[in-house]
């Protein structure tokens, strides 16, 4: 099974720029959906930025404008990259990918470890 690791958290001031890494130990293009997830305290997890293989992407509102997602399936990477962040956006994000596994050809998820962003002055 293709593992997950994000990368790339930290603590960034209020309007600054951060942009996370999510990299497959194998190949992630039986992950037909990529996805960033964010949890922070107190809240409920949330899907914030989405791409599929034909590279179209969806946001929540809360980022659009702010977040872009993209993703290479030859580097089995994906990235989020954030500017203008905002306290708001503190929270562990975690890398998804959902998908049909090649070789069972059933339905396969996996997920990231998370990483912590922590926006704050």
């Known amino acids: 099974q293709v593992q997950l690791v994000e990368s790339g958290g930290g603590l960034v001031q209020p309007g600054g720029s951060l942009t996370l890494s999510c990299v497959g130990s194998?190949?992630?293009?039986?992950?037909?959906?990529m996805s960033w997830y964010r949890q922070a305290p107190g809240k409920e997890r949330e899907q914030v930025a989405s791409?599929?293989?034909?590279?179209?992407?969806n946001y929540v509102d809360a980022v659009k404008g702010r977040f872009t997602i993209s993703r290479d399936n030859a580097k089995n990477t994906v990235w989020l990259q954030m500017s203008s962040l905002e306290v708001g956006d503190t929270a562990v994000y975690y890398c998804?990918?959902?998908?049909?596994?090649?070789?069972?050809?059933?339905?396969?998820?996996?997920w990231g470890q998370g990483t912590l962003v922590t926006v704050s002055s």
């Open positions: 791409i599929i293989n034909s590279g179209h992407t």
């Open positions: 194998g190949s992630i293009e039986h992950f037909f959906g």
């Open positions: 998804n990918g959902v998908g049909r596994d090649p070789t069972s050809q059933r339905y396969t998820e996996a």
